[in-house]
């Protein structure tokens, strides 16, 4: 990809936002028509439900692997020297930081990528949400919250293993990443067809892992042909929502591809619901909405448990997760049981509980 005119013509970090915005504008209305939803995932397997959410979420899951995969053994893209291999990561970070957020994302209905699509459809629970997440993101990622992100970040790392890379610390090759990812395709269309999800629904949530797997691409051959180095990555929302803070706090002046994504997600959300009739306004005064503090402290877990995780259910699990980095595939499984735990004792009572209706019936993700 020959970045070059796009940098002669906007320099290096315009470049940046210039991918930043399109591949949340694609992240976005991906994100909003397939109702992608890690946790909505989570809870088809806790509430016995039909596995629509779990098919979605494994297709993007899924189409993630298999194309950075394919990327990766074909030498278009490199990943060791990103932030998952050219440093030690802490995997009590992962633990920890997972688990908060998993509990976080049930009390407040909705992971970081979800909150942002369901504010930028028009609920005003999820845009509260939002900004007390990036207000403790910032407090952790560069505020008062760095000592004690630190001191738990700092128990186990990956140097204690032997690495951060799955396929090598298992001395398997790189083409063993490209069949794992066909195996979870496999599975994840087989979930598609036993849950009889919608094509375009499916075809939705792939979209979104397709989405990661261009973000590193773009990247990645941007960090080739820019003059200061950068590392390549791929979408994350947890990060970009502290960076963003520090800009508004005069911390930091230079814009991105953190601020891009952002803007293009919200932007890419909101032309959906528009165009597709489901924007929507949604206040707390509404019947069966939860206390305002349920979502305030799911807010402030959420927030410090995706910084120190290094990561959201996207920027870990799903960008994290297509390297096959342990770290990243550690915290995605701890956010998987966080949430899985919080579900069955916060709601538990109410959703399982004897003649308290259809416990298979699906619930809305906000």
């Known amino acids: ?3 070059v005119p796009l940098i002669d013509l906007v320099g290096e970090s315009g470049a940046a936002f210039v991918g930043g ?3 949340g504008l694609l992240f976005g209305f991906f994100a909003q028509r397939s109702a992608y939803c890690t946790r909505s995932a989570v809870l088809d397997l806790t509430r016995g439900r039909n596995l629509t959410a779990l098919a979605i979420w494994a297709a ?10 394919m990327l990766l053994t074909l030498g278009l893209i490199s990943a060791t020297e990103t932030r998952f291999f050219s440093t030690a990561q802490s995997l009590s970070g992962a633990i920890i930081g997972g688990l908060a957020f998993g509990i976080g994302m049930v009390l407040t209905r909705g992971c970081v990528s979800r909150l942002l699509v369901l504010g930028s459809s028009g609920n005003l629970r999820a845009i509260f949400s ?29 140097a204690q ?4 890379d799955l396929l090598a610390d298992a001395r398997v090759s790189q083409s063993a990443g490209v069949i794992a990812g066909i195996i979870l395709l496999a599975a994840a269309l087989a979930l598609a067809m036993v849950s009889k999800v919608s094509p375009w629904r499916f075809i939705g949530g792939a979209g979104v892992g397709a989405t990661v797997a261009a973000g590193w691409y773009f990247t990645y051959s941007l960090s080739t042909q820019v003059f200061d180095p950068i590392q390549a990555e791929s979408l994350s929302f947890i990060r970009p929502l502290a960076t963003t803070g520090e800009i508004a706090l005069g911390s930091a002046i230079t814009t991105g591809m953190d601020q891009g994504l952002l803007i293009g997600t919200i932007l890419g959300a909101f032309l959906a619901s528009l165009i597709f009739r489901d924007f929507r306004v949604a206040t707390f005064s509404e019947a069966g909405v939860p ?8 807010s402030i877990l959420m927030g410090f448990g995706g910084i120190l995780a290094v990561g959201c259910t996207i920027g870990a699990g799903l960008t994290g997760g297509s390297v096959l980095a342990i770290s990243s595939l550690i915290g995605l499984a701890s956010m998987i049981t966080g949430a899985a735990i919080a579900d069955r004792i916060i709601d538990g009572s109410r959703i399982f509980a004897p003649g308290q209706g259809n416990r298979h019936a699906t619930l809305p993700a906000e």
């Not at 990036?134 to 560069?142: D, I, N, R």
């Open 60 to 69: 993007g899951f899924a189409v993630a692997i298999l194309g950075v995969q």
């Open 21 to 23: 915005v399109v591949l």
């Open 130 to 158: 939002i900004v007390i997440i990036a207000a403790v993101g910032l407090a952790t990622y560069s505020g008062v919250l760095v000592p004690l992100r630190d001191t738990v970040g700092g128990l186990w790392s990956t």
């Open 291 to 298: 206390s305002i503090w349920r979502y305030v402290i799911g």
């Open 1 to 3: 990809m020959n970045l």
């Open 161 to 164: 293993i032997g690495g951060n």
